[in-house]
Structures are given as C-alpha cells and as structure tokens.
C-alpha cells in the first residue's frame, strides 16, 4: 500500500541551527511530493513541491527538499533556524491513480530554541 | 484575493444536531476537497469533487454528506454529530487534475461536539 511516513513528530533545534525534517514515502512509481507548512490555528500553505526535473527544490522562508529516488525520501531542510520557523510541517504524496488526492503525513511540530 | 473561504471559524455542537460547514472558493477550481485534522493524525480526507455535479469519498465520510451545485461552493453536512467528530475541518481546492497543481486550503473550522 502506498504511504508517507514522517520521522519524529516533534524536533527542537536551537536558532541558527540546521533545520532538518524527515519524510519517507512508499510507492511502486515516483510520487509527487509537497512540504506544507501550518502555523497555529491557520491553514496549510505550501512550502514547496517536486513534480518532475531537478530533484533539489527550492520553497519559500529559505526551504529546500530533495527527492532521492533510491531512499523513497523527500527531506526537508533549512541551513540556519528562525524563531519565526516554528510550526508544524506536513509532508504530503499525490500518487499516481490516487483519484487526485494528497496522502499526508501526520506532521512534524518543529520548536525552535533560543 | 480571498482564495478557500471557509464558515464557520469556531462552532459548538450537541450530540445528536445537524450543520453545515460552508466552504468557497475564488480561484475557479475545478477540485475541490474537505480534510479533518485531528492531534498526531495528520490530515484524512473526507469527500471530494472534481467539478460541479461531481463528488466522491474520500478515506473517512462516514457521517458527512457534501453537495457541489456550483463551481465556487462545496459545503459539508454532519448529520447527527458524535463526539469523534470534533476536530479542524479544512477545505480545500485545485484547478485540475494535473498531479503537480497546488492545493490550496482555507484556514479551518474548529468544531467541538459534546
């Protein structure tokens, strides 16, 4: 069965430090893949996205992910850490026949120390 | 530039009543999605459409129904609510089936059931 998995639901790093999140996917063909980030009591906004083409991508508030092919994986990441970073972040997969839906991952709750 | 409109915020229910969360959206979409978001979960979805006239199930409508008369509305019915269905609702929407497209979300409505 086709799924997505996020490692740890809960990261803390201190400020300026890398932000890295995990996101593992399991497909028989290559998904699309999204970050989606949600700051409390708003909705999901789009960090970034891989469809086809170069597989470093790079998002909004200085986000990049890489899709690596071998590994199922699209980790999400960011060199230094920003109090303003803190929030909750959704991997997401459109598979192909997927009747035109995101699977979601249940979420990472990034905290960011100072 | 309103996007997902989604009403309303906040709402309160007992057992047993009846609502309607109103969604709407601007961007004349052809997709448009209901989610719940409940703790550690991620996001599930509940019913989908691709276009006036048009809607499926999703991976929990149990105990929801959806209409989609027009391009721009997509409204979710809970008949009888329980207690499970306390959670965030979102709606969301896309403008085709292109698996690359954006999916664009309201900003949720928080619905407790007691």
């Known amino acids: 069965a086709q799924s997505v998995t996020q490692l740890g639901s809960h990261v803390s790093v201190s400020e300026g430090a890398l932000v890295l999140l995990r996101c593992n996917y399991s497909?028989?063909?290559?998904?699309?893949l999204f970050w989606y980030v949600q700051y409390p009591n708003q909705g999901l906004q789009l960090l970034l996205k891989y469809t086809t083409g170069a597989t470093l991508v790079k998002g909004i508030n200085g986000f990049e992910a890489e899709f690596k092919k071998s590994e199922t994986s699209f980790h999400l990441t960011k060199p230094s850490a920003h109090m303003s970073d803190a929030a909750e972040y959704f991997c997401a997969v459109f598979f192909s026949g997927s009747a035109r839906q995101l699977t979601f991952g249940s979420g990472t709750q990034l905290t960011v120390l100072p | 530039n309103a996007g997902v409109t989604q009403t309303p915020k906040f709402r309160i229910l007992k057992i047993g009543q009846s609502m309607t969360l109103q969604c709407a959206q601007d961007?004349?979409?052809?997709?448009m999605y209901w989610y719940r978001q409940d703790p550690g979960m991620g996001l599930k979805l509940i019913y989908y459409?691709?276009?006036?006239?048009?809607?499926d199930k999703g991976e929990v409508p149990n105990g929801y129904n959806v209409s989609r008369s027009t391009t721009e509305d997509f409204p979710l019915r809970l008949e009888l609510a329980a207690p499970s269905q306390t959670s965030v609702y979102f709606c969301a929407s896309s403008d085709n089936s292109r698996s690359g497209n954006t999916i664009y979300f309201g900003e949720g409505s928080w619905l407790t059931v007691v």
């Open positions: 497909s028989s063909v290559p998904p699309y």
């Open positions: 459409s691709v276009g006036a006239g048009i809607t």
């Open positions: 961007m004349n979409h052809n997709y």
